[in-house]
């Protein structure tokens, strides 16, 4: 089965720390991203990436920035958490392959509270 | 830009069937998917259409109309199980985007005993 593990489930940070938020996944995927939950909102995405090194930005990037130096770890800093930061953060990841990238796995999510 | 439209909640009885509309707007519609999550979990996924058609998966089906930029899930035999959250996503393939999934807001699906 495909695992995508997120390090914390639940986080409590101060405002103005700096947050790192680690994801990893073992399918070899070549696809990451990290999107943001919020009642009433959905899902929405931060940033993803195609490849090592590689990242772009989704709808919701000020604020955040990530890391990709290996292919199965992808990172989400907050350089300086604020309340409106608090928020679920699922990690997931899937192949680039046409008609395999479809399908996102899921990490358990992050629940993240900035006091 | 992209918009997706789903019901924000449904209820409906053990054995019933329920049926969770989509309705989106995108430039480069490549695919609609469905995902179910049950609360605290992570999402899962459930079914993807590329083309026009019902694509079925045991008692869940969903359906895909790419001219009138609507799909749907249809749960048969609902379970209590089936509780959770159904979100519909849509797959846009211009240029930087390629790949990426836009979500919906989610449905919430209520099974009564």
């Known amino acids: 089965d495909v695992k995508v593990t997120q390090s914390s489930r639940y986080l409590v940070k101060r405002t103005g720390e700096k947050v790192f938020l680690e994801c990893v996944q073992d399918?070899?995927?070549?696809?990451m991203f990290w999107y943001r939950q919020d009642p009433g909102l959905g899902l929405r995405l931060i940033y993803f990436?195609?490849?090592?090194?590689?990242?772009e930005k989704g709808d919701i990037p000020e604020g955040y920035s990530v890391s990709r130096e290996k292919k199965e770890r992808f990172s989400l800093i907050l350089e300086s958490a604020s309340t409106n930061q608090t928020s679920m953060y699922l990690c997931?990841?899937?192949?680039?392959?046409?008609?395999?990238?479809?399908?996102?796995?899921f990490g358990s999510g992050t629940q993240l509270s900035v006091l | 830009g992209q918009s997706l439209e789903q019901p924000s909640e449904v209820t409906a009885v053990e054995g019933a069937i329920v049926q969770i509309n989509c309705t989106y707007q995108t430039s480069g519609f490549y695919g609609l998917s469905w995902y179910q999550q049950h609360d605290g979990g992570a999402p899962t996924f459930l079914s993807y259409n590329g083309l026009d058609g019902l694509e079925e998966t045991g008692r869940f089906s969903s359906f895909l109309s790419r001219s009138d930029s609507y799909g749907y899930l249809l749960l048969q035999e609902l379970q209590m199980k089936d509780s959770a959250s159904y979100f519909c996503a849509v797959r846009d393939d211009r240029g930087s985007t390629l790949g990426r999934l836009y979500f919906g807001r989610g449905t919430q699906l209520t099974v009564w005993p």
């Open positions: 399918m070899d995927h070549e696809n």
């Open positions: 990436s195609y490849d090592v090194k590689m990242k």
């Open positions: 997931a990841s899937s192949f680039r392959d046409r008609g395999k990238d479809e399908k996102l796995f």
